[in-house]
């Protein structure tokens, strides 16, 4: 669906835009791809892997709508994956987040709505649903803003949906490289928020493969999210480094013992397909979308009420020993 059609990636420079790049140019033949972020370094050295003709690159800030609808004209495809996504920082600097994460996806919105776009997709995170600290709910203020986007759309066809997934394995930041990079410094012991707790798992080929799919299942106005497996963080931390002692630290600013990407006070919303959920919109859709039947004709099904898609009750938890495997795969 992405031949000879012109795609924009907010946030372009970061671990999901560089992969969803690759993964555009090795499988399709856009007209033209556009790397929109603030940082000109990470533009610079990207511009060495991806130098085709059909690559531009931005330099701005999802918080300035005029950059951004300049950089949007005659885009057919957007993916908004720029915010502001450290959970301690946000807590310490709430604006800051506000602004982007916010005003930002705001700003997405009415530039798209100004230029046409056809289709918008948002990323968000497991952290949106049932927030308890400042990133989740930006990303559900996000969320909601992404969603209510197709009621505004008139005459347009312009599409608004939301992609929700969980950790993702090996990205800046995240826990996999944080312990390579103690292991590597000889600790004699790992860091542990809490025994108990337990994340959901996704690669980030997967993260990119499952947006890629949403944007062919679309209607507007759905939240995606895939059915991935959950692992606990001791049983990474003896996968990374077999009989090495734990120290536990107490959970951060903001931080959950176990993540929901489908709260229990959605399950009357929540409709489950083979490999992923749909939630639906909370409010009255101006277009009508039947949502248990998605754009490729795959059938869903309302879930139980009272349903809750948790990392600690997931039917899909990896082993010590596929955690080996996926790290070795991940780490060489």
């Known amino acids: 669906m992405f031949d000879d059609r012109a795609i924009l990636v907010t946030g372009g420079t970061g671990s999901f835009g560089q992969a969803f790049v690759k993964t555009l140019l090795d499988?399709?033949?856009?007209?033209?791809?556009?790397?929109f972020s603030r940082d000109e370094l990470k533009q610079y050295e990207m511009n060495q892997k991806f130098a085709?003709?059909?690559?531009?690159?931005?330099?701005?800030?999802?918080?300035?709508?005029e950059r951004l609808a300049q950089a949007m004209r005659d885009?057919?495809?957007?993916?908004?994956?720029?915010?502001l996504k450290h959970v301690p920082?946000?807590?310490?600097n709430p604006m800051e987040?506000?602004?982007?994460n916010i005003h930002g996806a705001q700003n997405v919105i009415e530039a798209a709505l100004q230029n046409n776009v056809e289709k918008v997709i948002a990323l968000s995170t497991d952290k949106a649903a049932n927030p308890i600290n400042l990133y989740g709910a930006t990303k559900l203020a996000s969320d909601k803003l992404f969603v209510a986007a197709n009621n505004i759309v008139g005459k347009r066809i312009t599409r608004f949906s939301v992609v929700r997934y969980g950790n993702v394995v090996c990205s800046r930041g995240s826990v996999v490289p944080f312990f390579k990079s103690l292991l590597d410094k000889g600790v004699d012991q790992l860091p542990i928020t809490d025994e108990r707790m337990t994340r959901f798992w996704i690669t980030l080929q997967q993260g990119v493969d499952f947006?890629?799919?949403?944007?062919?299942?679309?209607?507007?106005?759905?939240i995606f999210v895939?059915?991935?497996p959950s692992v606990r963080i001791v049983d990474l931390a003896e996968s990374m480094a077999p009989g090495l002692p734990h120290e536990i630290i107490g959970i951060r600013p903001g931080e959950k013992l176990h993540e929901v990407m489908c709260p229990s006070d959605d399950s009357h919303l929540t409709l489950g397909f083979d490999d992923h959920y749909v939630i639906q919109p909370s409010i009255r859709m101006s277009h009508k979308a039947p949502y248990s039947v998605n754009a490729l004709g795959e059938k869903g099904r309302p879930v139980a009420h009272g349903f809750a898609y948790s990392s600690d009750t997931n039917d899909h938890f990896l082993s010590i020993d596929?955690?080996?495997?996926?790290?070795?795969?991940?780490?060489?």
């Open 52 to 65: 085709g003709p059909m690559m531009r690159y931005f330099i701005g800030d999802v918080r300035d709508a």
């Open 97 to 100: 987040c506000i602004k982007t």
């Open 89 to 92: 920082a946000a807590e310490y």
């Open 322 to 332: 596929e955690l080996t495997r996926l790290n070795a795969q991940f780490l060489a």
């Open 75 to 83: 885009i057919d495809f957007v993916v908004h994956a720029a915010a």
């Open 211 to 222: 947006v890629v799919k949403s944007f062919e299942r679309m209607h507007g106005g759905e």
């Open 27 to 35: 499988n399709y033949s856009p007209r033209r791809v556009v790397v």
């Open 226 to 228: 895939p059915k991935i």
